[in-house]
Antibody, heavy 120, light 107 residues
Framework: QVQLVESGGGVVQPGRSLRLSCAAS????????MYWVRQAPGKGLEWVAI????????YYADSVKGRFTISRDNSQNTLYLQMNSLRAEDTAVYYC?????????????WGKGTTVTVSS | DIQMTQSPSSLSASVGDRVTITCRAS??????LNWYQQRPGKAPKLLIY???SLQSGVPSRFSGSGSGTDFTLTISSLQPEDFATYYC?????????FGQGTKVEIK
């Protein structure tokens, strides 16, 4: 079935780096745009980044621009988020989501999330 | 950037009640508006896309309306499994901002 599985979360000190992965299965990964969305403890959803189906375009939230890099490997059906210079405010559950389209762009498939805690 | 504002931030309702949640965009987004449901500890789930289209498998008690800047999510008869947080999200432009969420609680 269609599935997204995130991994790579953990506890990291401020200023350090972490790379998240999102393994896709059950659909043709290379034909879909992909998102990272995060949720800080007790807070709402925050859109983090998007990458086009072929990796040709990438956009970031201002809060992570210059520190985070979204990428993908279509041969491995995997999405990545490289997070550098981590801050306490980056502590959150990170979800990957698939971008569908049906009259408007939408996030129709979500992973279960991976937790990142930035703390000394 | 387009800002999304939901109201109310929370509400209390009983099983069987009709519930309405409002979402306003800071500029016109045509019908590029999606609604998601998030139960505690779970990933968000797409309910409504393109302002009024019901995602496959979503019960018909959920409906969406609106265009331009003002949108509404309606639950016609609240069920126990509907107690959750609901988010609107614009897909008109990047960044694809979410509203701050509306928590629907049991009265």
């Amino acid at each position: 079935q269609v599935q997204l599985v995130e991994s790579g979360g953990g506890v990291v000190q401020p200023g350090r780096s972490l790379r998240l992965s999102c393994a896709a299965s059950g659909f043709t990964f290379s034909t879909y745009g992909m998102y990272w969305v995060r949720q800080a403890p007790g807070k709402g959803l925050e859109w983090v980044a998007i990458i086009w189906y072929d990796g040709s375009n990438k956009y970031y939230a201002d809060s992570v621009k210059g520190r985070f890099t979204i990428s993908r490997d279509n041969s491995q059906n995997t999405l990545y988020l490289q997070m550098n210079s981590l801050r306490a405010e980056d502590t959150a559950v990170y979800y990957c989501a698939r971008e569908g389209y049906s009259g408007s762009y939408l996030m129709d498939v979500w992973g279960k999330g991976t937790t990142v805690t930035v703390s000394s | 950037d387009i800002q999304m504002t939901q109201s109310p931030s929370s509400l209390s309702a009983s099983v069987g009640d009709r519930v309405t949640i409002t979402c306003r965009a800071s500029q016109s987004i045509s019908s590029s508006l999606n609604w998601y449901q998030q139960r505690p500890g779970k990933a968000p789930k797409l309910l409504i896309y393109a302002a009024s289209s019901l995602q496959s498998g979503v019960p018909s008690r959920f409906s969406g309306s609106g265009s331009g800047t003002d949108f509404t999510l309606t639950i016609s008869s609240l069920q126990p499994e509907d107690f959750a947080t609901y988010y609107c999200q614009q897909s008109y432009s990047t960044p694809r901002a979410f509203g701050q969420g509306t928590k629907v609680e049991i009265k």
